[in-house]
């Protein structure tokens, strides 16, 4: 355990160097072209969610990623909470997500009245195991004229939820697969995947909707927002009018024509959007160039294994991290507390979503994958400016 | 009819000048102090929800309407979604709000599962009826050990919003009692009525909980924005809690206790919202000068009555607009196009809650005053910079 702990400070010293005081995890990086495009905005005086910057940095997302359309939001909470509306999920449908995943993921199901079913992660991708979910859903579900039901609880299966994990793509072509051939619609919750392609095409964009965040500790931040995306243009329309309070113009009057939501992006923060996006290839160069510092670096050490990309993946390697090869809470604590302690700012995974008090008795399929990525993983400084420290 | 349009234009004309193209309903002003803050805040690389400029914008808020805690937030209706929670109000539970209010009053009731109670506005204050609440109540609510119920529903009343319109206060004082009366938690959606006072007292601090909003047409804004305004200290950490994702830090990982939500807002927003709030004092001076050459434009043409303030109470003045005599939409409708087509951007108020198809049903007393101001009342120009032009 100390001989893993010591080996690792020496091992990060070599591609960050002795910290003066602390390196954090992730930081944003601010230009001065951010700073130029919103004091424009600002001399604009359009600051609110109407704006000529919302719309630009809808479109610079959607050359980025390729996806027809894509709708700005506040954050990505209400960029998932919306893309499971636009799936057609409801009141007391299940939707299956990985245990392993930010509680986002988890609330925002919550937030449709739906229920979520937990799902194992593997080792390699650390997101949805397809071959696991795939007996398991041999197993639990059966065809009715409604959907897929759950032979359990009685309830329409209705979505699944592949998150990209640190920037490494979930298995999404054997997900999509699975999804067809249980009729449910799949969301890629691609929060920390801006910027990663598998088979040359944008996470985010291969199931019915798929969803980005620009929070602070993001590739790109906008202070806090996200993004919908989606091809169809009625789920376009649809995107617009129930993040926009499904408000409707009559007359001289508007009225509203279903619950809505208040959910678009401030111009003021799309503005520092439109300038981040375009220094995103910039933070992708240097993020593989840091992860590669990472994996030479680190390769040598017995009992751990880094994330890194599978072939026909290019991940955007928002985070780097790796595996302790016994999963062992008290050796993975023991590590970050080291490395923590000399200012390499370390984390663990989150806990999985099995284990909070709310969530504790969802219907869930045997999760020990997820419960060994918890206990083994590990994340590692990866601001995309540290590169320069491993030249 | 056509003649109080005529006279209606004389007197925008006498106030505001001719418009070169179109006066907009109301505008943010940026200054050069706004421009400085949000660069300092771009500066310092802390753009997202932590960060100095929330809490100095939290300190601002607090100094300025003398609540003991404000909660800085994405905007007002997630203000108001968890005023909702930290009122108590749960699954099932009716809520009595105005039915003459913007749709996110009554949306944020149905975020929390509970059902919205329509109650009538008065002609004064634009807000709730008190006596008629009074009457109603003695009616339909009868005592059982959980709290008043709803005899006819079965269901039990827990809380109680009124809505200060335009920034003329409800009654405040009388609904309070009521409030008590039928042991609701009284909520205050204080959206459109920062700077104004009952009898010294900011509207938003005289219930358990209240509202701001700092949305793009409000008196200040942070782009988009809002405030939970509490004075108790349990209240103000569970507010805390809910709008973080109720996140609790656990050795070296975080876990989460109950389900929260993604509400807190950007430091990039905040440090907009400091130096707003700084040109308050400005913008209510102003606005109060605008006011008054309304009132003295407007005052001779028959027919109409602009909307003051009454004794006791310092208005904000956001809006200033007027009653015809007649409630006649089409007569409401000729004047707001006539003008509208000279360039002065007038509009009605708000379609009645009950009017809208996902409302249509809910529990709800007579509503001739809301349909009576709902057709009768118009709305003016009203930016803080058009003060000068009636000097």
Same mark, same amino acid.
């Given at each position: 355990m100390r001989d893993i702990s010591a080996k690792i400070l020496v091992a990060l010293d070599e591609v960050l160097g002795t910290p003066d005081t602390s390196i954090p995890l992730h930081e944003p990086e601010i230009t001065e072209q951010d700073k130029i495009l919103v004091a424009k905005c600002l001399n604009s005086g359009w600051v609110s969610t109407v704006g000529d910057y919302v719309s630009q940095f809808e479109k610079l997302i959607e050359q980025f990623t390729g996806a027809k359309h894509a709708i700005a939001v506040v954050n990505g909470t209400a960029a998932l909470h919306i893309a499971l509306l636009l799936a057609g999920v409801r009141k007391g449908d299940e939707v299956l997500i990985p245990?392993?995943?930010?509680?986002a993921t988890t609330n925002a199901v919550s937030y449709c009245g739906a229920i979520p079913h937990f799902v194992d992660s593997e080792?390699?991708?650390?997101?949805?195991?397809p071959d696991k979910l795939n007996s398991y859903l041999e197993n639990i579900a059966e065809e009715t004229k409604g959907g897929f039901r759950?032979?359990?609880?009685?309830?329409? &299966?209705r979505a699944v939820i592949p998150v990209h994990i640190l920037g490494q793509p979930a298995e999404i072509n054997s997900l999509l697969a699975i999804s067809k051939r249980y009729n449910l619609k799949l969301i890629e919750d691609a929060a920390e995947s801006l910027g990663t392609f598998v088979e040359g095409k944008h996470t985010g964009t291969f199931g019915i909707v798929g969803t980005l965040s620009f929070n602070g500790n993001k590739i790109i931040t906008t202070g806090g927002g996200g993004a919908i995306l989606v091809n169809d243009s009625n789920l376009e329309e649809l995107a617009r009018h129930l993040t926009t309070t499904a408000r409707i113009k009559s007359g001289v009057e508007f009225t509203h024509d279903q619950m809505g939501f208040n959910y678009r992006l401030p111009n003021l923060n799309a503005a520092l959007g439109c300038s981040q996006i375009l220094a995103l290839e910039g933070h992708l160069h240097r993020k593989r160039t840091l992860a590669e510092s990472y994996i030479k670096a680190m390769?040598? &050490?017995?009992g751990i294994k880094m994330i890194s990309e599978r072939s026909g993946v290019k991940a955007n390697y928002w985070l780097n991290g790796f595996i302790l090869d016994s999963a062992n809470l008290e050796e993975r604590n023991n590590i970050i507390e080291t490395t923590n302690a000399v200012g390499y700012q370390t984390r663990p995974a989150w806990m999985p979503m099995h284990f909070l008090p709310m969530y504790k008795d969802c219907p869930r399929m045997d999760l020990w994958g997820a419960e060994k990525i918890y206990k083994s993983l590990i994340c590692l400084p990866s601001s995309s400016f540290l590169a320069h420290l491993s030249d």
């Open positions: 245990s392993l995943t930010f509680v080792m390699n991708s650390l997101a949805i195991d759950n032979k359990k609880t009685g309830r329409i &299966i390769s040598a &050490i017995d």
